[in-house]
Every structure is written in C-alpha cells, then in structure tokens.
C-alpha cells in the first residue's frame, strides 16, 4: 500500500539535500589575515573578510587564482621545485619567496651565482589579483631581472662588499614596481653570493697576502715602539747616572769646603791648599806604588812642597792638643 509519506519521501530527500547545497554554497568560513573575493555573475563583487560570510548561491561565486609556490627540495644541497596550483583564499600575512641560486655577471664581467630571499605583503588582494596574472611567479622573474640589473652596474669587489646597499637598492625598487599590484616590499636579503671558483682561490690568496702585510707591519710596530722605549730608558739612565755624579761631586766639594773652613778656623793666616794636598797624596801613594809585576816604581816628588805640607799637619796637630 503507497501511503503519502512514502510518496513524498524522496522529494523530501532531494530538498533536504537541495537546502544542504545551497547553505553551502552560500556560506564561507574566513580564517583571519585570510580574504576571498567574491565575483557576482563573473563581475568582481565583494571581499569576504574573517568570519562567517554568506552570499548568493549559484550567483556569487568565489575567483580562483593560479599561484606559484617555490619550495626547498627535501634532498637539500639549495634544490628547490616550484608547483602551481588554484587559489581561493588570499593570505594577507607577510610571506617569504626563496629564489633559487642565478647566474649574475658583475659590471667587470664576472659570472656569479646568488641566492636571495623576499620578504612581501599584500596589502590590496583586488590589485594582486586584478593587476597581475599569477603573483609570486610575476615577483619573481621582476626581482631577477632586478637584480640583474643592479649586480652588473657593480665590480666584484664593490659587490661582494656591499650586499647592504644592494638589499636596499632591490628593496626600493621592487617596492616602487609592486605597487600596483598591491604588494608591499619589505625586505630582500642575499643568501648566498658565490663568485667563480678561480676568482675564489684568487680572493684566498689575496686575503692571506694581506694578513702577512698586517702581521709584518705590526711586528715592525712593535720593533719600532721596542727601540724608542728602550732608547728612553737608555736617556733615562744616563741622565740619572749623571745626576747622580753631579750631586757626588757638589757633596764632595763641599765636605772639602768644611775641611778647608776647619783648616783656616785652626791655624789662621795659613794657607790650608799644601794641607790638602798633602793629604790627597798620602791616600794615593800605596795604590799608585801597586804594581803585580814585581817592578819598584820611584815617584818622582817636590819634597820641600811635602815636608812643608807635613809641617803644616804637625802644627795642626800640636794646636788641637
């Protein structure tokens, strides 16, 4: 026996199942810093932003994009593989594109390889979609022919030297060229910069040249400051040495000062120079009389100026009793 509800079971099953598309189809889920724009009967529409969004089912339909992405490969060594595919939602947070190694030639016609990073943002998902087919892959062939441009207006020495100038040169002028697209530059950053392998060895060579001339000069520094401190201290000595017999000699003139001063205050009117003279001699005849070959030496003397100097010391003598 049909009854109505098994008659009518299947359409129920296809409106459940109708209802269920169209909810579907009219809702989206956005993650945030995620946008996906909407276009109504193939005409741009609106952006669904994060949040819950619904729109017209069967008339609001999401744009499909195609996007490069460049990936490292998992056998390392700088291997990367690049795969495209459709994408719905635009992601608004900064990204980062790993260019793989390129050949460069400098302005002094030296090919080299070099690898760089860039760091982007979407600002205006309508623009990087609108303005430019394919996103990242259009970033990537603009910073190549870029960089190419920037590395051979450069010497290899000016551009192994400068990769700060050089990031900031890209970054202006991508930044400037991305505009449109809605994409903000904001940095790019030079991995690898490798030179040819003979202009490496070169480079060796020339470094280590460079640090023997350093290391020779500063020994010869060190020579140079070595003799100068030595030279003063040479200075130094003899002028204390010379002080010193200076200050000898002011102390032995004047105890022969006080000794001449004692001499007249003892006998006055007396001339005290035979005293002293008298004196000096006797201190000096035994080493002057030393000879160690045996030999009798005779010295020759005025004796009437050495008795007359030794009566002088007897009457000294005699007054000091």
């Known amino acids: 026996m049909i009854t109505f509800t098994n008659m009518f079971f299947p359409f ?5 199942l109708f209802v269920l598309v169209v909810l579907i189809k009219a809702t989206y889920l956005v993650k945030q810093a995620e946008v996906i ?5 193939g005409k741009f529409s609106k952006v669904l932003k994060s949040g819950l969004n619904f729109v017209i089912p069967f008339v609001d339909s999401p744009r499909n994009s195609l996007w ?10 700088g291997y990367h593989y690049r795969y495209t595919e459709n994408v719905v939602k635009i992601d608004l947070r900064e990204s980062v594109y790993d260019f793989p190694k390129q050949n460069v030639i400098t302005k002094d016609n030296v090919s080299m390889e070099i690898n760089a990073l860039l760091y982007y943002q979407i600002t205006d998902p309508i623009a990087a979609v609108y303005e430019v087919s394919n996103l990242p892959q259009a970033i990537e062939k603009l910073t190549q022919t870029t960089l190419r441009n920037v590395i051979g207006s450069m010497d290899l020495d000016e551009s192994l030297s400068s990769r700060d100038q050089i990031n900031e040169k890209l970054r202006i002028i991508l930044d400037d060229a991305t505009d449109k697209w809605g994409v903000k530059v904001n940095r790019v950053e030079l991995q690898e910069v490798n030179p040819p392998n003979d202009i490496r060895v070169a480079m060796e060579k020339q470094m280590r040249a460079e640090r023997d001339r350093r290391a020779l000069i500063l020994e010869a520094e060190g020579e140079k400051a070595a003799a100068v401190l030595n030279a003063e201290g040479v200075k130094l000595a003899r002028i204390t040495k010379a002080q010193g017999e200076a200050e000898a000699r002011i102390l032995v003139a004047d105890a022969e000062s006080k000794a001449i001063q004692v001499v007249q205050k003892a006998v006055p009117g007396t001339d005290p120079l035979p005293y002293l003279v008298a004196l000096n001699y006797i201190k000096a005849l035994p080493e002057i009389t030393k000879d160690k070959t045996g030999k009798l030496i005779l010295m020759p003397y005025e004796a009437s100026g050495l008795m007359g100097s030794l009566a002088t010391i007897k009457e ?3 007054q000091t009793k």
Not at 37 to 41: N, S, T, Y
Not at 68 to 77: A, S
């Open 68 to 77: 490069t992405f460049v990936k490292e490969d998992p056998r390392g060594k």
């Open 37 to 41: 724009l909407i276009e109504r009967l």
């Open 12 to 16: 129920f099953i296809f409106l459940f």
């Open 316 to 318: 000294l003598f005699n």
